[in-house]
């Protein structure tokens, strides 16, 4: 059973950058059988796909963010990461990372841009 | 971007109930559809992909269909732990969009 688990900071200055890293666990984030994702969730509110990775590091982006964002994969330690640049209040949401298809997720973590 | 319009935003049913949920497309999609589950405080939980394929351990009471732009998800009998928000998801075209949610609640 392949689990996830989001890791980084809660809080994050406005125009700094968020930085979020994903540990899978259960399973080689090299295999191929998936993509790696990263989705957010603003309080309230619904789902926002922000991107995914291969584990040959070929990415797709949300155009609405691709100018702030960068997901990177380090395959020695099943890891993949989230940058995105530039944050404000907007950028306040629960982060998860998940496989695509998106059958896995990872429990979530809160980032609030504040000063 | 590929718009996804689910109907209605929110659904007041009782236990044992069957409801119906509609996912739209703006444009086709083929069957590149999901549906998710979300309970409050948790990640969403996969219970559909490729429109009408059930996710492994997820029940039969699930069911979806659809092909092109208009998707269902139905919920048949309905139980307590099946109150919650459910969202469609896109992933023919990027970005993979989601539905804006359905809320179902308890009548």
Known sequence: QVQLQESGPGLVKPSQTLSLTCTVSGGSISSGSYYWSWIRQPAGKGLEWIGRIYTSGSTNYNPSLKSRVTISVDTSKNQFSLKLSSVTAADTAVYYCASDPLEYWGQGTLVTVSS | ?107
């Not at chain 2, 409050?40 to 394929?53: E, H, N």
């Open chain 2, 1 to 107: 971007d590929i718009q996804m319009t689910q109907s209605p935003s929110s659904l007041s049913a009782s236990v044992g109930d069957r409801v119906t949920i509609t996912c739209r497309a703006s444009q086709g999609i083929s069957n590149y559809l999901a549906w998710f589950q979300q309970k409050p405080g948790k990640a969403p939980k996969s219970l559909i992909y490729a429109a009408s394929s059930l996710q492994s351990g997820v029940p039969s009471k699930f069911s979806g269909s659809g092909s092109g732009t208009d998707f269902t998800l139905t919920i048949s009998s309905l139980q307590p732990e099946d109150f919650a928000t459910y969202y469609c998801q896109q992933y023919n075209s990027y970005p993979h969009s989601f539905g804006q949610g359905t809320k179902l609640e308890i009548k």
